[in-house]
């Protein structure tokens, strides 16, 4: 039997430290303003539910938005938007748009003005005669106003000599925001292509998305720029961009072929946001290596005053972005371009799954540190991602949530972003490199252009890989909270040449009830010199067996020694070298350790676990036991360190340390 020891008193003492929490970072750092939603009614969300039926009646094939912005001082809009659709079901007699608050001029359809209802929320346009199914017919809508602004963040922007709209409000429920500025269905299922011609004066142009079409002169400095996007988009991802802009462009040699990009800012900001992108290139090779070609004509970003959003091809980015440092830049940049995968290509189906556009985007801003920096800062980013959910987002988030149906009041929460790319990283532990790779890949290319749920894309994942992702989404997705395998004791004993070890496996639970089932978890072996022997083992239950074969005799067990998976555990590993220094604050754990005597090279890991320890007898020394964390320490003692009598105070020292540490907590 081999033990766990908590402390070595000839060797180190350790006390229990405060360590710094990291920094929150990418897009939710930047829109988390404190915002609240509500829980939605019944009549509301049947509401939401109507606005996505809708698709099964109409598809919305195209939308021609002409936007006068000339009046930059009254925020006013003078528009006409053409819809052309395509009836999917025979006898309809009326279509019906979202459109907020704004004034209904005429609307006018294949034969002329049409009879129409506005109601300040949807504009109902009567048929004088059915449309024949899945013929194209086109509606213009002439109206005017000032477009809606969400109370916290997102809607139509004139500011700071920017004119520009955010398709995303961060307060309203259903987020989408499309409705604000011109009639639609706004939804994530409902996609089309768009094609904007706007009109602005003075130094105001329009730098928009998809292909550049040309620019009108007209009287005195008043001009009509056009674009095109044939891409189809969802409605929320609809956007334009108007200011003194100048743009600075090039081409990226992508795996999967050239791709252009463009950065777009004003004169006396562009130089300064050129800076801090020089890390884009390889933020677009680990996108598409992970996720998949690129779908869009062009990468770009344009400057406004409160990004950051993820348009396609003309990603809305914070203006105060180019004074903050490169590496913040980067995660939030390669968030946004995560989004052209996840978000943009595949949509959640409604906002109550929105950790299926945010946790792979907010990975992606993990992939890139491993693309650039390589797997030691990568696996220190998502340390600091772990550490952040464990410490934070129940409290952010009125407790502990699932991921899905994530509650209408957290969908733009802590859970939803950082948790969300957590789990993903789960996802990718799950399955191993190539597999998860393999079906991220094929996920765009089946399921491309569309909206999905979560019982959706677990579906979608079994299907591409084959494997029964139940035991994955039940414990990850569809359940709040976290859990940690731990080797609680193992045997060795000789077989033929080899060592047949037997492990007694445990799981703790932090922030949810169930226990997880069919866990892949790295197993590491280590003989006394430091030997290493390395397998995957799987693990079921609150206390299961495990029986491997090891080349040599191990005398130490480590799980998840790389970070395979995010466990409701963290953990750092030091090797002691006679006559070196090192810093007693042992990173992520919450410990110090000191070094009295030394006589050789010493491996010492600790895991911080995040749950309750066991509630057994009280031992020497214990006064009560911690619901709610323990420590493991263990470690390559050099032979003949300590004596037989020591040896028996480490059992006792073990139970210790897990019960006084904490109650400090």
Known sequence: MTLRIAIL?????????????????????????????????????????????????????HYDISLDVTSYSTQLV??????TFRALMPGQAFIRFDLWDLTIDSVIGPVGPMTYGYDGLYLRADFETSPAVGVDEQITVHYHGTPNRDPSWGGFYFESNYIYNLGIGLTTIPPNFGKVWYPCFDSFVERASY??????????????????????????????????????????????AVADYRDSSWVHAGANGDIPVTLTGKPATLNAMVSRFGDLGGAIDACEFWYGPYAYERVGYVLTTDGALEIPTNVAYP????????????????????????????????????????????????????????????????????????????????GFQALSPMPDPYIYGTHTYNKGAAVVHNLRGYLGDTLFRSAMHQMMVQYGNSAITAEGFKEALEGITGLDMDPFFDAWVFAPGYSVFEVRSFTVQPSGGQWQVDLHIGQKLYGTTGYHGDTPLDLTLLAADGTVFETIITANGQFCNAQVDCPFEPVMAVLNRYQR????????????????????????TEFRLYAD??????????????????????????QEISGTHYWNVDGLWPEGDCTAREAALLRRCSRSVRSRARRRQ
């Open 597 to 622: 005597t030394l006589v050789d090279s010493t491996l010492v890991r600790v895991d911080h676990i995040w749950s309750g320890a066991d509630d057994d007898a009280f031992g020497w020394g214990i």
């Open 319 to 398: 203006d105060f972005m180019p004074s903050q440092n490169s590496n913040a830049n980067r995660a939030l940049y390669t968030h946004e371009l995560g989004h052209h995968w996840w978000g943009d290509v595949v949509t959640p189906y409604v906002h109550n799954d929105m950790w299926l556009k945010e946790g792979p985007a907010e990975y992606a801003s993990h992939l890139v540190v491993e693309w650039v920096n390589g797997r030691d800062a990568f696996v220190s980013t998502v340390k600091n991602n772990l550490l952040d959910i464990m410490t934070t987002a129940h409290l952010d988030d009125g």
């Open 565 to 588: 998976l995010n466990q409701a555990r963290m953990d750092t590993e030091i090797t002691l070298v006679p006559g070196s220094t090192f810093s007693n604050v042992l990173p992520y």
């Open 195 to 240: 094609t904007y011609h706007v009109k602005s004066a003075g130094t105001f142009r329009l730098h928009g998305q998809g292909t550049f079409l040309g620019e009108v002169q007209l009287a005195g400095d008043t001009v009509i720029r056009s674009y095109d996007l044939q891409q189809e988009i969802p409605t929320h991802l609809s956007a334009i």
């Open 9 to 61: 008193p000839c060797l180190i003492t350790c006390t229990i430290a405060a360590s710094a929490q990291p920094i929150k970072n990418g897009c939710h750092y930047f829109r988390n303003k404190g915002a609240a939603h509500r829980e939605l009614t019944a009549a509301e969300r049947t509401v939401i539910l109507e606005t996505i039926a809708r698709s099964d009646t109409f598809d919305i094939v």
């Open 78 to 83: 003078k528009a006409a938007t053409t819809i």
